[in-house]
């Protein structure tokens, strides 16, 4: 199969980016990827999209947008990329449907939070487990929650809890935080944020009907068991680009992220990124629909320059 414009990645980015090659009239084809809907397809209520003043459920959203986009012409793979080819164009796709081609080629691929891998975190994930403080905070209003982590995002997440809830607990592995000075100082002076040092969580408490009541902590000097009520929890350990589809074919920073320059474009003519594949900042819904635009509008200057 060969298209003018192939966009990887199925959420806000890559519909966005969807919608208007398609108004564009470049057809483009969406391969969904092996998470289709992205971030969002994990999140219940989403409260901070404009346009939705009572909120709207994750999935809810992102079957809207791939719905708003197949309606201008935009086609949908459910298929995940294997392997990439970005020395020549057409540029080549692999996938597990078969291969595509393209003339142009849009990465939307995101980023993963990374997890602590307990069978519980899966379990309570959007039912009292966020990754997220921006999106998910106002649902812990005036109740206690703990944020894990000790470097800037999680200072970041802490601090913005604190103005919402009534207690913050930060739980780190060491007994000092990796976050910078300013950060650090920010949140331990911070009347409304404690710490609970040399700790690791070993489960989240709590019904998946009735969320979380707490967790069980693991003293990491001496092997103690604790357990601390709080009535949510946020994952801040850092986030992981989805990017090794394109090492040494892509310029991007020492964690993966894709770098980018005159709006959108990489380091390759004709190859185009945007949303959390990018931007490990903002890392908002909003904020990646505006890339996907971006990348779309780009992407079809390039493409009319050429004659194509």
């Not at 994930?125 to 929650?145: I, N």
């Not at 982590?149 to 802490?158: F, H, K, L, N, P």
């Not at 944020?193 to 967790?215: P, T």
């Not at 908002?284 to 194509?308: F, K, P, S």
Request: proline letters at 4%.
């Amino acid at each position: 199969m060969e298209v003018k414009v192939c966009i990887l990645g199925s959420g806000p980015a890559g519909l966005t980016a969807a919608l208007y090659a398609a108004r564009g009239n470049l057809a483009p084809l969406v391969i969904a990827g092996a998470q289709p809907g992205g971030q969002l397809i994990t999140t219940t209520m989403v409260e901070n999209y404009p346009g939705f003043p009572d909120g709207i459920m994750g999935p809810e959203l992102m079957d809207i947008w791939k719905k708003h986009a197949e309606r201008f012409g935009a086609r949908y793979l459910t298929a995940t990329a294997t392997r990439v080819d970005l020395a020549r164009r057409p540029f080549t796709i692999e996938t597990d449907e078969g291969p595509v081609r393209c003339r142009a080629l849009i990465i939307a691929t995101g980023a993963s939070p990374n997890l602590l891998g307990l069978p519980s975190e899966q379990q309570h994930m959007g039912r009292g487990v966020s990754t997220c403080a921006t999106c998910d905070g106002y649902f812990f209003k005036d109740q206690e929650v703990a944020v894990v982590g000790g470097g800037d995002s999680a200072m970041e997440e802490a601090l913005y809890l604190s103005k919402l809830c009534t207690k913050v607990t930060v739980i780190h592995r060491r007994d000092k935080l990796r976050a910078s000075k300013i950060m650090a100082e920010r949140a331990q002076t911070n009347p409304r944020i404690a710490f609970q040092w040399n700790s690791a969580v070993e489960e989240i408490l709590g019904k998946e009907d009735h969320g979380v009541r707490g967790v069980r902590l693991r003293r990491t000097d001496t092997g103690e068991q604790t357990e601390l009520k709080v009535d949510g929890l946020f994952i801040a350990i850092g986030h992981s680009p989805n990017t090794g589809l394109f090492r040494r074919q892509l310029d991007m920073d020492a964690v993966g992220y894709l770098r980018v320059s005159e709006g959108t474009m990489t380091n390759v003519p004709g190859v185009f990124a945007a949303g959390d594949v990018v931007d490990h900042v903002y890392r908002q819904a909003v904020t990646a629909a505006g890339m996907g635009c971006m990348a779309a509008m780009d992407a079809e200057r390039w493409l009319e320059r050429r004659g194509e």
